[in-house]
């Protein structure tokens, strides 16, 4: 498992069709720049299931810093690599202009 800590810039859901007929599948996107470097480098996370959506979906907040606990999967199809970074867990931070430390 990894760990990351960043800003969340963009939050998605989105509906996939079932192709065997059954009900649709619901994923959430969240993409975030992690903090603590001199790049802007930008990751996007995936969360799959209406279930985990529901679970994770209050600490997924724009604009607030988060700790995403995270495994990095990858499946191969025609020759290519296709990488998923699945959201294991989300701690939102406090939010430092509504709760000071002092």
Known sequence: MFKIRGKIIDKQIETIENKKGGD?????????????????????FEIFGKEKITVHQSNVKLDRFATIEFYIKANEWKGRFFTTLNVKHINLEDDITTNPPF
């Open 24 to 44: 649709p599948h619901e994923k959430m996107l969240i993409t975030i720049i992690e903090a603590g470097t001199d790049f802007d480098n930008k990751y996007q």
